[in-house]
């Protein structure tokens, strides 16, 4: 240690004196250049300090152009995803714009008021019972309304609203299992019940067991149903069951005309619509009613006595009845003087 401590004594010593030495000697060429060289060895700073400085002087306007540039691209990342959503909404927005241009040429059945919702919840677990809709009692929807759905231009069932809520409603669909509905075939108006299975297919039951059933026939819905409009298009028969001998009506299965995978927009028939909307269009008369006119009980006026409280018989020919002018002030008919005569004889005398 000590040695160590001597060497380093001996070293600055050396170079102290070195120092001093070259601090005394003439500012000649020869002596300028050993200050030079012994100053770059020792102290290289002070030859490269310049480069040094201009290449630190230019990092803060590097780490800027650094700065701006992830800015930038951060910028440009946000714009980027914004112009793909935008492209998913409007490619969305371009598909329901389709459907429902289809669905407006869609008529509903009379006497019943539509109102259009959308699907918002469905249950995984039980895909084929029920859904639920964004409208409820503030839509004005009621138990037991039927529920419709666009299919190829056409209106076709797909369940009945049994629970309602204030602004949402769950619908059972034809496919769950406490589903029926009255329904008969368009070949033969063979009529039966409709009833769900709990899975992609419709079970219709109790029709003739002497009937000839095919594959293919259209499923509509009865006019005996309590829930849903006559004539509305429920599915086609996918095949004819096997004939059970212990049962005494055929079944078959049937393919739903709405696939429960793929409703969006439906299309709910209330039984009243709200306050402030138009009444839907009603059952019209073949035969207006016809205006009878007041008979008035006043006394007619005669030259004659009357005998009889008989009323007055005019021999006129009739004529058509006409509406009853605005109202004003009725005068009692006058008689005539056949009339007065006519009256004053006995009705009880023969003629």
Excluded: C
């Excluded at 019940?193 to 419709?202: C, E, F, S, T």
């Amino acid at each position: 240690m000590q040695r160590e401590t001597r060497i380093a004594n001996f070293i600055l010593g050396a170079l102290s004196a070195l120092s001093l030495l070259l601090l005394s000697l003439p500012l000649s060429t020869p002596v300028r250049s050993l200050k030079a060289g012994t100053g770059y060895i020792f102290n290289p700073l002070a030859y490269r300090g310049e480069a040094g400085y201009r290449r630190i002087a230019g990092s803060p306007a590097r780490i800027k152009q650094l700065l701006l540039a992830d800015i930038e691209n951060e910028t440009l990342r946000a714009e980027l995803r914004r112009g793909e959503w935008l492209a998913t909404t409007v490619s969305a927005l371009a598909l329901e714009n389709e459907r429902l241009r289809r669905a407006l040429v869609l008529k509903a059945p009379a006497g019943r008021s539509p109102v259009w919702v959308r699907v918002m919840e469905r249950d995984p677990i039980h895909w084929f019972r029920s859904l639920v809709v964004d409208a409820g009692a503030d839509r004005g929807l009621s138990l037991n309304d039927p529920v419709l759905g666009p299919r190829d231009g056409l209106l076709v069932a797909v369940g009945r609203i049994v629970d309602v809520r204030p602004n949402t409603a769950t619908v059972l669909l034809l496919t769950d299992e406490l589903s029926a509905a009255a329904a008969y075939l368009s070949s033969g108006t063979l009529e039966g019940l409709i009833q769900g299975q709990d899975g992609p297919r419709l079970r219709m039951n109790y029709l003739n067991a002497e009937a000839r059933l095919s594959a293919g026939d259209s499923v509509y819905t009865s006019p005996t149903s309590a829930t849903f409009p006559p004539d509305v298009l429920i599915g086609r028969v996918a095949r004819v069951n096997q004939r059970d001998p212990f049962l005494t009506f055929q079944s078959v299965e049937v393919a739903p005309a709405a696939d429960a995978s793929s409703l969006q927009e439906l299309i709910v028939l209330r039984a009243r619509p709200m306050d402030g909307e138009a009444k839907p269009p009603s059952y019209t008369p073949v035969f207006p009613p016809v205006f009878v006119p007041a008979v008035s009980t006043a006394p007619a006026a005669s030259s004659a006595p009357a005998v009889s409280s008989a009323p007055a018989i005019s021999t006129a020919p009739a004529r058509p009845r006409r509406r009853a002018p605005a109202p004003a002030a009725v005068k009692p008919p006058q008689a005539s003087s056949e009339e007065a005569a006519f009256e004053a004889v006995d009705p009880e005398e023969p003629r």
